[in-house]
Every structure is written in structure tokens, then in C-alpha cells.
């Protein structure tokens, strides 16, 4: 009988467990999320439903946070974004035309951040930054007779968008680089002999070419800076004040740190739905189908 | 000349942005093998004084905590991760790349789409999630929400192996009555076996980094090396030196295995680009 | 004494088993029984670990007595001292508590939310029984603290009345001597927040100091305290309710923004270690993060010399800011408290009670220099010869506890990112005001006075 079934419809054999897992930590959530929105579930998970309180807390401003977190997430993405698409295009252009040693050596460095843990890299950061004589671009200010800048202080937002950036951009170089060797060698001499100059290459030939990677990275890293919130709460935690908090880390400092884990899911529901919708225009726009096509044929 | 000094241009941007990344780097380095440092980067004393953790156990938290007990809760919630993530994709990923079914289409899709949404905005639900089913705080059960994390993209890099291989190995075994279990067990398997090892380090990897789930949902009860290594960060019961060395410890076995990492994921080809880590 | 003491803690076993374990004692005549019980410990930091090592030696106590009796009963104590900060450990019992971890005896900043939360269970009971053998001589300001709907739920046992701490040998290299300075900043507190910031300013402009002054990086007793001296009202002792009082608040804020305008307190306030070590070193001019046993932990990690804490350091409550208030100085608890998992909550409080004996007592407070918290620990031998703490002893007399209300860290959490907020120059006074005011919507009977 099952081996039967498993000859006619031997897919849900090997799918089930994927589907089990994914239904189980995916699907529930998602429905869970939506029902603890409508609770006021606390620290000793009390709770009864509420209605829309949450909600009505959210979007009538009665939390005079949100106007500020809202200004900081559009901040973090307008800066990180390019920072990382731009950023990671001119440091693989730039790779591209130095010796094999140096380009090696470059990578490595733009690279690293990928491999080190989250906890390190946000250590890295804070440590750097640390606004005593014992940070490290302090003690480097200190050494030469300087005053120490409190970095936290004056450029929270900075350095926040860079720590991210420069993660992102480790992913996006690799991309880049590895699209870029596999133009052929042919168009980029063809322009040299042109007498193009190194933007003029880039420009009008190597970019163009590009498109494609240059699209999927931005839709991966827009929807990386909605979702993730990790680095920033392990390099300022959202301080000072709220300064680096985004939607995201503002809805687990809610339902983490202040315990109010009914209206802290009604903001994350707000980002389910985010994405949701965010996801449904980019699939559109890139042609979904065409993308699954494109892996196979290349396999 | 002027070619010459372009490349002069190249080089020097390269490195006025590469310059501060490598006096974190250093120092960072400096800081673990050195009493103290100066200049940001100058160590003072070399040596592993801030290594003895290894041999004498860190005042930290509840009680005096050897570093290897928690060295082992991580291995096993890392490995864990890596076994669920290797099993579940090899299966989906086979069904993906060899049979024809409704849905296939959609199904990749939504893994894409599930993997560009990422668990983190979901963690609050999987906190009950895991209470109520008994799960919270407990190794094997943080270890399965952490790897299903993965499974959306492990499935495409799975397909991605099937596909490479030609279709003929398969049709002769079909043709002499294998079920496609037997398919997938006695023919596949052994040819994909460095992509079940990537797999593997894949869920391995992303597991033993993870800081966000293992802070939430397993942090208190069970210290794994991220969460011991934050809470010493924001406890200040060590100095930096300190917590440099167990950083650098913490990195040193995700380092090693990247390199056998890549050798199989550069040639994998996923989503239309070419491998990533 | 000691033997009176014994004598004491023996009816106390036999009457405590008698009253609570009767039908155990029945079944386990002739077998050995043992009661395993374990205890999580608060230090934070090393320090205090002599309020774990008190909770062991009790055990061991009662299990002599138990052995001189000849009862085949004994006690067995498994303690876990912490050195982590209150907010971690906090949520640490909290996840513990749920993962069904909880130990019986927790040592927590009191908080009456573990009581209406139904993690520990009140101990009048106990207290009552034992009150004329025991607790009779605890200083009686100190009940309040740990009273909610009119139950005790904990036994103190460690006490920090905080205040401010200077160094007198800043002043010296400013041209002051011993006598002015202490006619400027009196150990009784006569003086003003402003006097302090003055010469702190001085200090700063001189170069003798990198900081002027520091306070806590986090919200605690200290915290509270400054807030009291700008006469901000936070709490209603009549209706008990929380209070906002906005025109205080302002004038809190906006000295704190000034201060940070002049570079006598830095925009961002320092970690712990760098609070004390450069206090220590004479770095900083005064701190405000720190309490009468403080010195404790200097000399032990950071070096402080018997002749300095003589000679360069002065202590006193915190000083009036605005008109018409008095120096005061609080403290914030951690109990011991007994929590609802616990099976044999009776052996647990006689443990508790052992803990907290005047010889125990003497031990802590001779171990970390903080003042007993009670009377009789001080004729104590440990301690009876200790100048410094028979000197800042009679400060529990009159430290205040800081009030108790489910919502009043969570109220103090905002008022204090609010003020790293105004210092770092991300919202203006007002605005942090107005931040806390519609905190305060959130809270339920929060009063408001406008301004």
C-alpha cells in the first residue's frame, strides 16, 4: 500500500518533510503572529484578547515612538541600499583592474565580514566606535594628541549603515566579481581598443551587462534591510534614545525587552504584510518563471 | 603615463577604503594576543594570557563556566541544524530536479520567497510556538527552528546538485525496477556526496553563528559560544582582551570549514549566479 | 551570644519541622530524609558572593543541629551565585521560571510584579513566627521596601544606601583645604547638586579630571535619588499611584543637558568599569553611581588604598538641587525571596532566616563594607572593630526605599532613556518630557502635574 503510493505520487515523499518543517516554522508563525497581535500577552504570558487596541495604538500615533522609527527604518534603507549596490559594483570594478595578488588581497578584506559571527562583527563595531579613550579610532585620536569624538553620539545612523552596508556588500561583490569574469574577454578588449577609459568601460559596457545580478541583489538586500535587525541590536541595541531603532528591531525590543509581546507582534504583522506585498511586485516585475527557467537551461 | 596613474587611483581608493576595515581587523587581532594595545594597533605584550580560558574556567554568569562545555552545546546545536538541513533538502531537492508534479513551480517560488522574508520578524510567534509545544529552551528544538531558516535556500542549492547530474545514471536503474527511493539512496547520493557535505557545513555554518535565535529562544537556560560571548560583552565581567580571544576561538572552526565550503559551492550553480556563502 | 544563638536555632528547627513537615518526619523516622533545595544569588559582580556562601553555611548549621538532635532529617542546599547585572539575571529566572527551572530561593531586584505575577509567595507567615527569635532587630525602615498589598514578600539582606562620592585630593590641587572642603560638601548632605557641579567644572577646566561628574549608566537607586533632589515627584504615597511631573522633570533634563554643554558630565555615561577605574585612578571628579560600600569593591578590583579612601575620598547623600528639599539617600532591593515552585517553602525560609543571622550579617558586610542590616550584626567581632563600617552604619537608618509599584523600573527605564537621550542631543528637555508624558497614558492611574 505505501510503497504503491510512493510510485504514484513518490514526491510527497521526498517533499513532506521539508513542507513539515516549513509549514511548522513559517505558516504557523504567521497565523500565530496575527493572534498574539489581537492579545496583550505579558511577561508571565497573561493574556485575553484586546481587539484592535494594539493596533489602534500603532496607527493612531498614541506611541509617540513610532514617527521616529519610521524616519529611521527610510533613513537605514535609502542609506544602506546604495551604499551596498554601489559600494560592492565599484569595489569589484575596481578589483577587476589591479594585480591578481592585490586582488586577491582586496576581496579578502570586503569578504571577511561574511565570515565572521554576528556577535564579532557587532563587538568589532561597538569596540571601534566605543566613545572612551579605550575604543579604537579613540585611542589612535588619543595618540596623536586629539580629543576623543563620542562616535555613538554623533553618527549613530552612520555607523549603523555601514556596519550593514559592508556586510551586504561582501555578498553583492562576490556576485559581481564572478558575473564580471564571465563576460567575455572580447568586449572589454573591443572597447579598449576603442579607446574607452575605465568608467567609459564600465559605464557602457560591463554595467549593462550586469543587469541582471544588479537587479536580484537589490531585491535581496531591500528585503534583508526590512527584515533583518540583528546587527543593529548588537551595536547600539536602537540607542541612543531610539536613534538606530528600525520597524523591525522596534517590534522585538517591544515583545522582548519591555515584555509587551501582544503589541510587539501587532508591528511585526505590519512587516508580514510588507513583505507580502513587496514580494508579490518584485515577483512580477522579475518574471519568476523566467528566473527558475534560467537556473535550469545554465545547469 | 596617464595609464599609470589611473592605476595609481585604483589602488589608492582601493585601500583609503579597505584602510579602516584593516585597522579593525588588526587591532581586533592585536587585542587577543596581546596584554593591551596602543596606537589602536600596537600590541604591548604578546602572548595567549587572554587564551586561558581554555584551561581555567571563565566567572561568568550562575557559576565558573568552562569554555568546552559550552564548545560541545554548540557543536551539537550546529550539527543538529547541519543534519536537518543536509536530510530535508536532499529529499525536496531530488524531487525538484528529477520528478514532474503540480505545483513545482510555485513551490520553488515560495521558497525564494520564503527565504527573502527570513524568520527573524516571525521570532515572537516561534517563541510560543516552541513554549507551547514544549520545545522552548531546549537544544534540539532551537536547532530545528534555526534550520528550517536555511531549508528555503538548501532546497535550491540541492536542486542545483541534482541537476548536475546526467540523466542516464538514472534511466538505466529505472529501467532495472529501483524504486525512487532506491534511486535517490544507492545512485544519487553517493555522486552528490561534496554537495552533501556543503549542505551540511551550510546548515553547520549558519547554526553556529546564529546569535538572534539562540539569544531568544535558548539564551538564559543553555549558553551557546555567541550568547556567552554578548552576555561577557554586556556583563563587563572580562576585558577585551578577553573577549577578543573567544571571538577568535568562536571564528577559528567556521573559518576552516569555509574553505572546504567554497572549493564545492563555487561550482554549484544557484539562482543564476554563482554561489553564495 | 553564640551560644544563646544556638540554642535559639535549635527550638527554631525543632518547632519549624514540627509545625510544617509532621507527616514527612512520621514516614521517615528511621530513614534518612533529605531536602534538596537550591538558590540562585544576585552578586551583581564578585562582590557579593557572600550572600551565596551565607546561604551554604546555613545549611550546614541547621544540619548540626539536626545531627545533635539526632534527627536522621537533613537539609541540602545547592546555591548558584551570579555575577551578572539585574536586568539579565532578571530575565534569566523569568526563562528559567517558565522552562520550569525555577530555583526556591531567588535573590531578584524586588519587584512587587514577581508577586502579582505569582512567582514568589509572602512570607509574613514566617517573619511573625520567628519575629521575637529573629527579625526583631532588621532596621524597621527597611520592611517597607518589601511590603506590596499589605504582605512582606522578602527578607533583605544586603543593603546599599547610595549616595555621592568625590575626591577630596581634586579639591587640594584646586587650592581648597580640608576644612573648606568640608564646609562646602558636609557629610550630612547641607549642600547643593549645583556647589558639586561648580566645583566639578572647575575641576574639568583645570585639567585636573577627565570627567566631572558620572552617573549610573542605567536607571537604579541613584537615579531615583537625583530625580528626588530636583523635587520630581514620581510617586504618590497616599493614592499610590506613579506621578509625572512634568515642570520637575524639565528642570531635571535641561540641567542634565547643560551640564553635558559644559563638559563637567560627557554625553554618553560611561560603562561600570570605566565609572570605577577612573574614579579610582582620580580621573573623575565625583560620581553619582555609587553608595556607601562601594570601597568595597574598589580596593578588591580596582586597587583603592586604605590611605586614599581616608585621605582623597569624601561621601555624602545627594545634595539638594532645587529649593526646599533635604539630602536624601536610597536604596533598592534584592531580597531573598522564595518562589512558588519551591516544594518546602518552610525549610527554605529557616535557611533564609539562618542567612540573615547577625553573624551572617557581620560577614557580608565586613566581606563588601556595606553597612549591616541589622542592629546586632554590629557588635559582631568581625565587625565591632571595623572603623568604616561602624562610621557609615547609622546611614540604613534613614535610607529611603525606592517605591514599590509594578510599573516604577519600567517607568524609571524610559525616564532614564530619556535623560541618555537629552545628554546625547537626540530630543531636547521638552520633548523627553513629553516622551515620559505619553508613556504615562499607558500606564493605568498615572497622575500628572502640569506644568
Sequence with gaps: MAKGWLKIRPHWFFLSPGVLLISFFYFIPVVLVFVIAFTNMDQAFNWRFVGLANFSRLFTLRDPLIPRIIKNTIVYIVGALPLTIIGALLISLLTMRVNRTASLFFRAVFFLPRLIPPVVWGFLWMWSFEGTRYGVFNSILGSFGLPIIHWFIKFPMLIVIFANGFLGISLAMLIFTSAIASIPRDYLWAAEIDGASFWQTSRFVIIPLLRWPIMTMTAWHLMSFINSYVYIFLITGGGPYHATEVWALYGYNTAFKNYQYGYGSSIMVVLVVINVLLLITLLRSFGMKKMIERSRIEA | ?277 | ?451
Design chain 3, 1 to 451: 551570644m553564640c551560644k544563646k544563638l544556638t540554642m535559639i536555632g535549635f527550638l527554631v528547627v525543632l518547632i519549624s519541622l514540627f509545625i510544617s513537615t509532621v507527616p514527612v518526619i512520621g514516614v521517615t523516622i528511621e530513614s534518612e530524609k533529605v531536602y534538596e533545595l537550591t538558590a540562585n544569588i544576585i552578586g551583581p559582580g564578585p562582590i557579593g558572593t557572600k550572600k551565596a556562601e551565607n546561604i551554604e553555611s546555613a545549611a550546614e548549621e541547621i544540619n548540626k543541629m539536626l545531627e545533635s538532635m539526632g534527627s536522621p532529617v537533613r537539609v541540602k542546599v545547592s546555591v548558584k551565585f551570579s555575577t551578572l547585572k539585574w536586568g539579565p539575571f532578571a530575565d534569566k529566572f523569568y526563562m528559567d521560571f517558565r522552562a520550569g527551572k525555577a530555583p526556591d530561593i531567588v535573590n531578584l531586584r524586588w519587584d512587587p510584579k514577581l508577586a502579582d505575577g505569582k512567582f514568589i509567595i509572602p512570607l509574613d507567615k514566617y517573619i511573625a513566627m520567628w519575629w521575637d527569635l529573629d527579625f526583631y532587630d532588621f532596621y524597621s525602615n527597611l520592611w517597607k521596601g518589601v511590603t506590596w498589598k499589605n504582605n512582606i514578600w522578602g527578607i533583605p539582606n544586603d543593603i546599599c544606601p547610595a549616595g555621592v562620592w568625590y575626591r577630596k585630593d581634586v579639591l587640594r590641587k584646586l587650592g581648597y583645604n580640608d576644612e573648606e572642603i568640608l564646609k562646602m560638601l558636609p557629610s550630612d548632605g547641607k549642600t547643593t547638586l549645583n556647589k558639586l557641579a561648580e566645583l566639578a567644572k572647575k575641576a574639568v577646566d583645570a585639567g585636573l579630571v577627565e570627567y566631572g561628574i558620572l552617573h549610573r549608566p542605567s536607571k537604579g537607586a541613584g537615579f531615583y535619588a537625583t530625580l528626588l533632589e530636583f523635587g520630581v515627584k514620581c510617586y504618590d504615597t497616599l493614592t499610590g499611584n506613579l506621578v509625572i511631573d512634568e515642570p520637575a522633570l524639565l528642570k531635571f533634563y535641561k540641567w542634565h543637558a547643560d551640564m553635558v554643554k559644559e563638559g563637567v558630565i560627557p554625553p554618553e555615561p560611561p560603562s561600570w568599569k570605566t565609572i570605577h577605574a577612573t574614579f579610582v585612578e582620580g580621573k573623575t571628579f565625583c560620581t553619582l553611581a555609587s553608595h556607601v560600600g562601594t570601597p568595597g569593591e574598589w580596593k578588591k578590583k580596582y586597587g583603592l588604598t586604605d590611605k586614599a579612601l581616608e585621605n582623597d575620598l569624601g561621601f555624602l547623600p545627594f545634595p539638594p538641587a532645587v529649593r526646599g528639599i533635604e539630602p536624601t539617600s536610597v536604596h533598592e532591593f534584592a531580597p531573598y525571596l522564595i518562589t512558588t515552585k519551591c516544594k518546602h517553602p518552610d525549610i527554605a525560609a529557616l535557611l533564609i532566616m539562618f542567612a540573615t543571622s547577625p553573624h551572617a550579617c557581620a560577614i557580608h558586610s565586613a566581606y563588601t563594607l556595606r553597612p549591616p542590616y541589622r542592629g546586632s550584626a554590629l557588635e559582631d567581632p568581625l565587625i565591632k572593630d571595623n572603623e568604616y563600617i561602624q562610621k557609615t552604619a547609622p546611614s540604613v537608618r534613614t535610607v529611603q526605599p525606592v517605591p514599590v509599584h509594578p510599573n516604577f523600573w519600567d517607568y524609571m527605564t524610559r525616564a532614564f532613556n530619556a535623560l541618555k537621550g537629552v545628554e546625547a542631543g537626540i530630543i531636547t528637555p521638552t520633548q523627553a518630557v513629553d516622551d515620559l508624558k505619553s508613556f504615562g497614558t499607558t500606564i493605568p492611574h498615572m497622575e500628572f502635574i502640569k506644568k
Design chain 2, 1 to 277: 603615463m596617464k595609464k599609470v596613474l589611473g592605476k595609481w587611483t585604483i589602488y589608492i581608493s582601493l585601500s583609503l577604503i579597505a584602510i579602516p576595515f584593516l585597522v579593525m581587523y588588526i587591532a581586533f587581532f592585536m587585542q587577543a594576543f596581546s596584554k593591551g594595545i596602543t596606537l589602536g594597533v600596537i600590541p604591548q605584550k604578546f602572548g595567549f594570557s587572554n587564551f586561558s580560558f581554555l584551561w581555567n574556567p571563565i566567572p561568568w554568569g550562575l557559576e565558573r563556566t568552562s569554555i568546552w562545555g559550552i564548545f560541545l552545546n554548540t557543536v551539537l546545536f550546529a550539527s543538529i541544524s547541519g543534519f536537518v538541513v543536509t536530510i530535508v533538502c536532499t529529499l525536496a531537492g531530488y524531487a525538484l530536479s528529477r520528478l514532474e508534479f503540480r505545483g513545482k513551480v510555485f513551490f520553488l517560488s515560495l521558497q525564494l520567497m520564503l527565504h527573502a522574508i527570513t524568520g527573524q520578524i516571525l521570532l515572537i510567534a516561534i517563541f510560543f510556538l516552541l513554549f507551547y509545544t514544549k520545545l522552548l529552551y531546549k537544544i534540539p528544538g532551537v536547532a530545528l527552528a534555526r534550520a528550517s531558516l536555511e531549508i528555503p535556500l538548501g532546497i535550491w542549492m540541492a536542486k542545483g546538485f541534482f541537476d548536475t547530474v546526467p540523466w542516464d545514471v538514472e534511466r538505466a536503474a529505472i529501467m532495472d525496477g529501483c524504486t525512487r527511493f532506491q534511486v535517490w539512496y544507492m545512485i544519487f547520493l553517493p555522486i552528490i556526496k561534496p554537495g552533501i557535505g556543503a549542505l551540511f557545513i551550510w546548515g553547520f555554518l549558519f547554526a553556529w553563528h546564529d546569535f538572534i535565535y539562540v539569544y531568544t529562544l535558548l539564551s538564559g537556560t543553555v549558553p551557546l559560544l555567541s550568547t556567552m560571548l554578548q552576555g561577557l560583552l554586556a556583563t563587563e565581567v572580562v576585558d577585551y582582551g578577553v573577549i577578543a580571544a573567544l571571538s577568535f576561538f568562536y571564528m577559528l572552526p567556521p573559518l576552516i570549514l569555509f574553505v572546504f565550503l567554497q572549493k564545492v559551492l563555487m561550482k554549484a550553480p544557484i539562482m543564476g549566479g554563482k554561489g553564495i556563502a
